[in-house]
């Protein structure tokens, strides 16, 4: 499957899996504690200065600032028209900021060290009939079949541009979910084959 994983090494490359994800928790939290729009715009821009400071590695990830941008849009489309203009700014200020941050984490880490960093902390839940390895790796492939989405998506996209000069749009819907089918029947038939041995 695809990945937006960069391999354009950054500093946060460096930083270990267990702590991006202890650190995404806790600010995520607070972003959604914070309710004053002129301090979730300070969140918001330190958050977009994170992301900025990839540098290089941010390419990968265009194609989800481009949705978040439109989601962005709708969000305070739809504010606007229930008169609730305020709301809609801390809506969209939040989910912007947590969308970078989870953006970067997944730009910056492997899914396998993800992985890793899930079966460690579920271990303890193992006497209760829990099985740390399995949660781990279903939540490993959900978040694996959300960046091969938007993989096959911007490959369809730019495929259906080379051709027409334009963007695909709505038509790309069917054959990325042909696709999209096609992937999770190869990876269901090798877990079968793989956790039946």
Not at 110 to 126: H, I, N
Request: proline share 4%.
């Amino acid at each position: 499957m695809g990945s937006l994983y960069s391999e354009h090494r950054t500093w946060l490359h460096r930083v270990p899996a267990g702590w991006k994800l202890l650190c995404l928790a806790l600010l995520s939290t607070g972003i959604f504690w914070i309710s004053s729009p002129v301090m979730l715009g300070v969140a918001c821009g330190m958050c977009g200065a994170l992301y900025a400071s990839l540098g290089r590695a941010t390419a990968q990830g265009s194609r989800l600032l481009r949705a978040l941008l439109i989601a962005s849009l709708l969000v305070l489309a739809l504010h606007a028209l229930l008169e609730q203009a305020q709301v809609g700014v801390v809506s969209v200020l939040r989910m912007v900021s947590a969308t970078l941050l989870g953006i970067a984490l997944t730009l910056s880490t492997r899914s396998s060290a993800l992985q890793d960093v899930l079966e460690r902390l579920l271990t303890p839940l193992k006497p209760l009939g829990l099985r740390p390895e399995r949660f781990a790796l279903q939540m490993a492939l959900m978040l694996r079949f959300i960046e091969h989405f938007f993989v096959v998506w911007k490959r369809l996209d730019d495929s259906y541009r080379l051709r027409t000069g334009r963007g695909g749009g709505l038509r790309l819907l069917p054959p990325l979910i042909i696709q999209m089918l096609q992937t999770a029947r190869r990876v269901a038939d090798t877990l079968d084959v793989r956790l039946g041995s």
